[in-house]
């Protein structure tokens, strides 16, 4: 048996077809939903993440406006940008790419963004918002994570469901969505005990780890869902997941890396900026 592969390029193509959608909706109505990028320094894989996030922003007609900063940026004038952003009429989005050079304070950065503006949902008003259930934006991540679930049918209601992984971007918010949607949730890291038996109890496993085909076969039960965040490169430089691609002959269904978390990720970050214009203009 093969596990389903869960297509997140085909999801990620028909979600943004209805943002634009919308967003054309919206234009008539004089609302363009826009989203200010900014990346300090120059490191490679920023780069590709923000071209792609403007790429998604004309694919969904939306405004967008772009700040390369220079690596040697203080953090002082970093938190001016945020601070001007923050009063523009025309941004309802501000996304700071990560990491930031080390001479400045990512969580000052983070806590600088206004929260109805904070489409990455890292600031701490929306990460609360999250933890209550009662939220506009979800973080990108986990939230790519629950609509590929549910366009498959999948619900975690009951459900065993292990999340590896319990960093602020995907698995402590992965944990909250699977929890909202009345998971049995256990949340794994570096210090569990007996991590495989854990996993194997898994319908639902998650892996964000960030090392390269960590979750092996004797990890997971049979017909178990297995969704891989993981996005690491191997030794031939080629994208990968933490998950061995030999799991896919026990799993019932599977996100293929690339093309499964990754785009949904970019393709959420839309769905959450076309929502700031909407509760921006009360709409
Ligand atoms: P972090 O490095 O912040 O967190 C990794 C987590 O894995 C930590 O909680 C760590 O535990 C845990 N971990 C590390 N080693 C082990 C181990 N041996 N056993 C059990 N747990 C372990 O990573 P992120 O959450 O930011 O990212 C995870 C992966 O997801 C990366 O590959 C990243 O590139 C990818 N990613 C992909 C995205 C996408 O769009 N597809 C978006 C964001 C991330 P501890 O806390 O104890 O140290």
Redesign the pocket.
Known sequence: MSAVKMDGKALSAKVRGGILAETEELKKRGVTPGLAVIIVGNDPASEIYVRNKEKACAECGFYSEKYALPAETTQEELLGLIAELNQSPQVNGILCQMPVPKHIDEQAVIDAIAPEKDVDAFHPVNVGKIMVGNFDFVP??PA?VMELLAEYGIDPKGKECVV????????KPMAMLLLHKHGTVTV?????ED?AGVCRRADILVA????AA?VTPDMVKDGATVID????RNAEGKVC??VDPAVMDKAAYMTP?PG???P???TMLMKNTLKAAKVQHGL
């Open positions: 990108c991540t790519g590896v992984g319990r960093s602020n971007i995907v698995g794994c890291h570096s210090r569990t991590l964000a780890v960030g090392k960590f965040v993981g996005m690491n997941g933490d890396v499964g978390v990754g949904m990720t970019i």
